[in-house]
C-alpha cells in the first residue's frame, strides 16, 4: 500500500510544495537530489532567483539547454524563454524522462518507511508543480523573448574601449616594485594585448599595433618597459610574436634578437616563465601553464627559427596555472593546442574541455567565460554550447558597453603583501569583445 505524504508536505494553494528544512539529513543521496530537485522546480516556476549550473540542474532531475539558463536566468525575459521552453513537447519529454529516472533510483535506494514517505511527499509535489507550470507557461506566452544582439554587444564594447585616451591609460603602475627603487610602468605590453585581442576578433588594429610593435628594441623584451631589474620572461616574448604575426612581421630581424635567450636553453629543456639563464627571478612562478601557452601561441604566429620544436613540448607540458588564473590558462591551452594540430605538428592526447560547465552559472566570470570562446570556435563546439557563453557574456555587459574587471596576472603586491592580480575592465571588456564577434560567426545569430 502507498504510503501517504506527511501532513507538512501536502500541497496548499499558493503555498507551492517547498521541502521542510529537516528532511535531507533524513534521505540517502538519491532521494536528497530528488529533494533538492523538487525545490528547485519550484524556484523555477515561482521566483527568479539564479538557477545553477546546467549539470547542477541535470543531476537533479531537471535537465535545461545552457544556451537558455546562461548565468541564471534571472531577468523575467530569460526566464520565460527557459519556461516556454519546459512547456514545449522537447522540453517535456525531457523533464519527465529525467525526473522518472531520478525518482525510480530514489525509490530503489528508500528502505523505510520514513524514506518512502518523504518520496511519496516529491511525487504529490511535484503534481502540484505541473499545475503550476500549465498556468506559468500561459503567462510565459506573453513575455517577448530577450534580444540576442551580440553583434552589438561587441560593437558597444569596442566602442568603449576605443574612446580617444582609454587605451593610453591601461598600465601596471608599480609603486613598490621588488628589491625597491623608483616606480615602475608596463604599459606597452597591456596597449599591444588589448589591440591584439580586437585585431583576433576581427577589428582591424594594423596601424595602432604596428606602431607599438616598431617602437621595440632589439634586444630580449623585459617587463616594465625593459627594465634590467628583472630577466627576460616568456610571456613578453609570446605577446609579441602574436603581434609579429598578425602583422606579417615573423622576418623582421628583431624577432631573431627577442628568441636569443630561448635559443640558449640546453636541449631538451622546457622554457619557463623566465628567460634569463643565470638572473634571479624576482619572485615565483617559473613554470604557469597560462605563460607557456601564451608563447606557444606566439611562437605559432611568428614561427620562428625552432617554433615546431618548442610547440609540442609547451602544449603538453600542461603546468598549473601560477600567473593567470585557472581557466584563463586552460582556455589558452586548448586554444594553443588546436592551433599546433592545424599547423600539422605531432601532438599527443588533447586537452581537457576550454570551458568546465560548473563555470557557467550564478557568479561566472566573463573574463574566464570569453577566454574560452576562441578555443570553442576552433574546436568546432557545438553552436549551442557558443551560443551559451555568448548569453551570459551579454547578461554580464554594463551599461556603458564595458565588462567588469577581474584579477588577470599576478603582480607584485604592496609590502607586507608579497602579490596582488591585476584588474582591468579594459582587459576584460578586450576579451569579451573578441569573443563575442568570434563566437557571433560561429553560433550564427
Known sequence: MPVPPPAQWRPWPGGGPVPPADLAPRCGPTLARALAGLALRHQLWTRLAPLPAPAACAARGLPLPAELVGIGATSLPDRARLR???DSPAGQEAERAARAALLQAAAQESETDDQRGILAGVRAGHAHLDGVQRFGSLLAATVPAPPDAFAEDAAAGAAWLLRPGRIAL?????????????????????????????HLGGLDQTVPLAALFGALPAAPLRWYEGWAGIPPDSDSLGLWLRVAGALGQGADPRVAAWCAPLAALPAGALPGTWLGGAEAPAWGGDRCGGVQSALALGLLAARPAGWRAWVPRLVAAAA?????????A?????????????AGLELGEGPPAPLPEPVLGPGADPLSLAAAVPALVAGD????????VLRALARLQRPDGSWPAAPYFVIPGKPPQRADRLMSPEVTTATCVRAMMLGTRTAEV
Open 84 to 86: 516556454r521552453w519546459l
Open 170 to 198: 591601461v598600465a601596471e603602475h608599480q609603486r613598490w616594485p621588488p628589491g625597491g627603487g623608483a616606480p615602475l610602468t608596463e604599459h606597452r605590453w597591456l596597449a599591444a594585448h588589448l589591440r591584439l585581442l580586437l
Open 320 to 328: 598549473p596555472a601560477w600567473h593567470y588564473p585557472a581557466p584563463v
Open 330 to 342: 586552460a582556455a589558452w591551452r586548448a586554444e594553443a593546442w588546436q592551433a599546433a594540430a592545424r
Open 381 to 388: 563546439a557545438p553552436a549551442a554550447a557558443v551560443l551559451a
